[in-house]
């Protein structure tokens, strides 16, 4: 995996990831198979991804994973279901952990999670398991269980999409959506039913 030597370590520590906020315990669930492959186009703007042409699908779709590594600021929007629309802003970072995963700690600073009594922490864990995928385990104080989403990048990495699929555990239906725009800003998006959270991932190292 790819990784770049200033972000390597950085680590904001029981930080957390205000996507996980947007449905609570309810988020991941659950969920077997893999979604259809990504069919994006690649993005020029990025920095290419060194992979070995024999290297197996895991190891390539590892290294696209590296593009989360960095400490970031974002910014966004969380529309529950009754169409209430609230900011959160924050800040996290992503981490290679172990050579085969990158773990995103990310802490929300201002809005609904802001605060001592708001705040809610909690950690993602990205790979991908030979035979299986990419995954996402993730755990926080929004909900006592670790869980998991699967899902599928594109040729260049400028794209990743997770979901749980429908009727296994709880958070059925839930999609998430990560669009690289440059090395520097990224964005995500995560639907449920008619809730739905949209943030934007600028680079701050």
Same mark, same amino acid.
């Given at each position: 995996?790819?990784?770049?030597?200033?972000?390597?370590?950085?680590?904001?520590?029981?930080?957390? /990831?205000?996507?996980?906020?947007?449905?609570? &315990?309810? +988020?991941?669930?659950?969920?077997?198979?893999?979604?259809?492959?990504?069919?994006?186009?690649?993005?020029?703007? =990025?920095?290419?991804?060194?992979?070995?042409?024999?290297?197996?699908?895991?190891?390539?779709? *590892?290294?696209? %994973?590296?593009?989360?590594?960095?400490?970031?600021? /974002?910014?966004?929007?969380? !529309?529950?279901?009754?169409?209430?629309?609230?900011?959160?802003?924050?800040?996290?970072?992503?981490? +290679?952990?172990?050579?085969? #995963?990158? +773990?995103?700690?990310?802490?929300? !600073?201002?809005?609904?999670?802001?605060?001592?009594?708001?705040?809610?922490?909690?950690?993602? =864990? $990205?790979?991908?398991?030979?035979?299986?995928? %990419?995954?996402?385990?993730?755990?926080?104080?929004?909900?006592?269980?670790?869980?998991?989403?699967?899902?599928?990048?594109?040729?260049?990495?400028?794209? /990743?999409? #997770?979901? @749980?699929?429908?009727?296994?555990?709880?958070?059925?239906?839930?999609?998430?959506?990560?669009? /690289?725009?440059?090395?520097? *800003?990224?964005?995500?998006?995560?639907?449920?039913?008619?809730?739905?959270?949209?943030? @934007? $991932? &600028?680079?701050?190292?």
């Amino acid at each position: 995996m790819i990784s770049h030597p200033s972000h390597t370590r950085a680590r904001l520590s029981g930080r957390s /990831f205000a996507v996980l906020c947007l449905v609570g &315990s309810a +988020l991941l669930g659950g969920c077997h198979g893999t979604p259809a492959r990504v069919k994006d186009s690649p993005n020029a703007s =990025l920095r290419p991804i060194d992979v070995a042409p024999d290297a197996p699908k895991s190891d390539a779709d *590892r290294s696209k %994973l590296a593009r989360l590594i960095g400490v970031w600021s /974002f910014r966004g929007t969380v !529309t529950d279901d009754s169409d209430s629309t609230r900011e959160v802003t924050g800040t996290a970072a992503g981490v +290679l952990e172990n050579s085969h #995963f990158v +773990l995103l700690d990310v802490q929300a !600073t201002q809005g609904e999670f802001a605060g001592t009594a708001g705040r809610k922490s909690g950690s993602m =864990l $990205f790979g991908s398991e030979p035979g299986k995928g %990419l995954t996402v385990t993730a755990w926080g104080d929004a909900g006592p269980e670790i869980r998991r989403l699967i899902g599928a990048t594109n040729a260049d990495g400028s794209v /990743f999409e #997770f979901r @749980v699929m429908q009727g296994h555990g709880r958070g059925a239906g839930i999609s998430m959506r990560i669009v /690289f725009e440059t090395d520097d *800003r990224w964005s995500v998006t995560i639907s449920r039913g008619t809730a739905s959270a949209s943030y @934007v $991932f &600028s680079r701050l190292n």
